[in-house]
């Protein structure tokens, strides 16, 4: 069965600092690994997706992630973090982009000055 | 283009109530899915279609809930009668076959209280 696992619910840096948000999968096939981002009271926003190909990619407002199929993961990161990146973030797997998309429970962000 | 819309953005109701979410799909997009999130479980999907038929319903929780996609343009989720653990936010996705790399896109979601 598939899964994904947010090992963090809650993580808090310094605006500036880098940050690294994990995410583990199990998935039985090549995996299609998306990062979404969900600001308060908002709905969710695609960062970024991986299917094949170079395993580092790259996403929208700065960040990047890294696929590691001998790890089972698909790490989010961004080199210099800004206040307006606090939210929520999710990671989801699935066989493709037009197939149900199986989540993680996310990793609410928070900023400090 | 306008993005997914859904209607209401929030909804408050009493149990025993029938309560109707509505999703408006990107246009020329040919799959919608209906999703859940609470704080408990997560998003979760309850439903999606191909071409407005329905192609797995297993994420629905009970007879209570029922999802109708009558266009390419519109899209409802019907519960009734809703009970307070029904409490969640709603989204509704789409996304288009014909793109190499697919992706979902997201509506805003309605957020529905059950009292």
């Known amino acids: 069965a598939q899964s994904v696992t947010q090992p963090d619910i809650h993580i808090t840096v310094s605006e500036g600092a880098s940050l690294e948000l994990r995410c583990n999968y199990s998935?039985?096939?090549?995996?299609?690994l998306f990062w979404y981002v969900q600001s308060p009271g908002q709905g969710l926003q695609l960062l970024l997706k991986?299917?094949?190909?170079?395993?580092l990619v790259q996403g929208i407002k700065g960040f990047e992630a890294e696929f590691k199929r001998s790890q089972s993961s698909f790490n989010l990161r961004k080199p210099s973090v800004h206040w307006s990146d606090a939210a929520e973030y999710f990671c989801a797997v699935g066989p493709s982009g037009n197939t149900p998309l199986v989540f993680g429970k996310g990793t609410r962000l928070s900023v400090i000055a | 283009d306008a993005g997914v819309i859904q209607s209401p953005r929030h909804e408050v109701t009493e149990m025993g109530q029938e309560v109707t979410l509505r999703c408006k799909p990107i246009s020329g997009h040919d799959y919608l899915f209906w999703y859940r999130q609470t704080m408990m479980r997560g998003l979760e999907l309850l439903i999606y279609f191909n071409n407005n038929v329905p192609i797995d319903d297993s994420g629905m929780p009970e007879d209570r809930f029922s999802a109708k996609m009558p266009n390419a343009s519109f899209s409802t989720l019907k519960i009734q009668p809703s009970e307070p653990r029904d409490s969640a936010v709603y989204f509704c996705a789409s996304s288009v076959w014909d793109k190499p790399y697919s992706e979902q896109y997201f509506g805003p979601g309605t957020r529905l209280t059950v009292t």
């Open positions: 991986y299917f094949s190909g170079d395993t």
């Open positions: 998935y039985g096939a090549t995996p299609y």
